[in-house]
């Protein structure tokens, strides 16, 4: 039987490309977004046996719940998740909304802590080991302008990789952190062109990130080769922070 | 209503099958035995993976409202009886 990953956030940008590279792989995968979006469903059509989709906002622990369980339900305990789903919300600290502020960590840390909390309920009952990849940011690690909060939402997700390793290697389940650069996605799209010409202008190999450059570390560490690698923050990034 | 001592049985039989899982030899379990720093091979994972069990099976979760200071599978059995 094939593995099963949990992705959230799989309807578009490094979530689908991630989601797609599964199937591919031969892993069965369930994954989660408030929108189904216009990629997920022609792959749900291709993979109805190994695909699984769920309307879910991870921000809302009712909602992830029900997304766990659902995914559960369809696949039994996942061998691992992948806690993708973000937002970005840019703005002077000073001036950004508290609102914007509450959003960004209910999703993109309370909303990754409490899917982590319910798949490892199940995962722990699983025998044979597992993996938590956490996607993360250089920005967490470096900083950037405008992306305080954001920042400190991807700092914490590197925190939770290292806390969640210890606590759970005893059972072979591994947990790390993929930090990608700028990629291109629709997360990106509000960079100036200004922005844009100066990442690239810094970035030692010359472009922006693009989804399929992150995805074969993904593979790599569910893979049985990364089984002895734990609590570290993968960076992708074309060279930027070197 | 489940009682104390079904609880009891319940806690003793999925002890068992987490420590066979991890290829332990059983052991006996008592209203009276400690779950951690105790006779048995059991650590706080263990547990964890205990409790999300006995939330399954029973659908209870004595711990919503905040965690409950217990020691021993007797008085893991009285939580879930009053909760
Ligand atoms: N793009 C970059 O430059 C970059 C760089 C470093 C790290 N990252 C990180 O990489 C991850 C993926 O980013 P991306 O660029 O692929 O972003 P994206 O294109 O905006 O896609 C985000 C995905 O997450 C889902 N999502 C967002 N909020 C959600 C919520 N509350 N509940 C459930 N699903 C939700 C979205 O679907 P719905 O909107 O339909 O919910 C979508 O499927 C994020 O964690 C991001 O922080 C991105």
Request: charged letters at 20%; aromatic letters at 6%; glycine letters at 12%.
């Given at each position: 039987m094939s593995r099963t990953v949990i992705v959230t956030?799989?309807?578009?940008?490094l979530g689908l490309a991630i989601t797609r590279a599964l199937l591919e792989a031969g892993y069965a995968v369930a994954t989660c977004s408030r929108h189904p979006g216009d990629d997920l469903p022609p792959l749900l059509a291709a993979y109805p046996d190994r695909l699984f989709w769920q309307q879910a906002d991870i921000g809302v622990a009712a909602s992830s719940q029900a997304f766990i369980d659902g995914a559960v339900q369809r696949f039994?305990?996942?061998w691992a998740l992948i806690n993708n789903a973000g937002i970005a919300r840019e703005g002077i600290l000073a001036t950004l909304p508290l609102v914007e502020v509450d959003d960004l960590i209910q999703t993109n840390l309370t909303g990754a802590i409490q899917v982590a909390r319910a798949a490892l309920r199940h995962m722990l009952s699983r025998p044979g080991g597992g993996r938590i990849i956490n996607i993360s940011s250089i920005i967490g690690q470096r900083g950037y302008t405008g992306l305080a909060a954001y920042a400190a939402t991807k700092a914490g997700l590197d925190g939770l990789t290292r806390a969640l390793a210890r606590e759970v290697g005893r059972r072979r389940i591994t947990v790390n952190s993929v930090a990608p650069g700028y990629l291109d996605t629709e997360m990106s799209g509000t960079l100036s062109g200004g922005q844009r010409e100066q990442i690239v202008r810094r970035t030692p190999l010359g472009r922006l990130g693009t989804a399929d450059d992150v995805v074969p570390a993904i593979l790599f560490l569910l893979g049985?080769?990364?089984?002895?690698?734990?609590g570290q923050t993968l960076t992708i990034d074309g060279g930027i922070t070197c | 209503m489940t009682d104390t001592n079904t609880m009891l049985d319940l806690i003793t039989q999925e002890t068992a099958r987490i420590l066979a899982e991890k290829g332990e030899a059983a052991l006996p379990v008592t209203a009276?035995?400690?779950?951690?720093?105790?006779?048995?091979?059991?650590d706080s994972l263990d547990l964890a993976t205990l409790i999300v069990a006995l939330e399954g099976i029973t659908?209870?979760?004595?711990?919503?409202a905040g965690f409950r200071q217990f020691n021993t599978a007797g008085e893991l059995a009285a939580l879930y009886a009053a909760a």
């Amino acid at each position: 039987m094939s593995r099963t990953v949990i992705v959230t956030g799989g309807s578009r940008g490094l979530g689908l490309a991630i989601t797609r590279a599964l199937l591919e792989a031969g892993y069965a995968v369930a994954t989660c977004s408030r929108h189904p979006g216009d990629d997920l469903p022609p792959l749900l059509a291709a993979y109805p046996d190994r695909l699984f989709w769920q309307q879910a906002d991870i921000g809302v622990a009712a909602s992830s719940q029900a997304f766990i369980d659902g995914a559960v339900q369809r696949f039994g305990a996942p061998w691992a998740l992948i806690n993708n789903a973000g937002i970005a919300r840019e703005g002077i600290l000073a001036t950004l909304p508290l609102v914007e502020v509450d959003d960004l960590i209910q999703t993109n840390l309370t909303g990754a802590i409490q899917v982590a909390r319910a798949a490892l309920r199940h995962m722990l009952s699983r025998p044979g080991g597992g993996r938590i990849i956490n996607i993360s940011s250089i920005i967490g690690q470096r900083g950037y302008t405008g992306l305080a909060a954001y920042a400190a939402t991807k700092a914490g997700l590197d925190g939770l990789t290292r806390a969640l390793a210890r606590e759970v290697g005893r059972r072979r389940i591994t947990v790390n952190s993929v930090a990608p650069g700028y990629l291109d996605t629709e997360m990106s799209g509000t960079l100036s062109g200004g922005q844009r010409e100066q990442i690239v202008r810094r970035t030692p190999l010359g472009r922006l990130g693009t989804a399929d450059d992150v995805v074969p570390a993904i593979l790599f560490l569910l893979g049985d080769g990364a089984h002895f690698i734990t609590g570290q923050t993968l960076t992708i990034d074309g060279g930027i922070t070197c | 209503m489940t009682d104390t001592n079904t609880m009891l049985d319940l806690i003793t039989q999925e002890t068992a099958r987490i420590l066979a899982e991890k290829g332990e030899a059983a052991l006996p379990v008592t209203a009276d035995t400690a779950f951690l720093d105790g006779p048995l091979p059991f650590d706080s994972l263990d547990l964890a993976t205990l409790i999300v069990a006995l939330e399954g099976i029973t659908g209870k979760d004595p711990f919503r409202a905040g965690f409950r200071q217990f020691n021993t599978a007797g008085e893991l059995a009285a939580l879930y009886a009053a909760a």
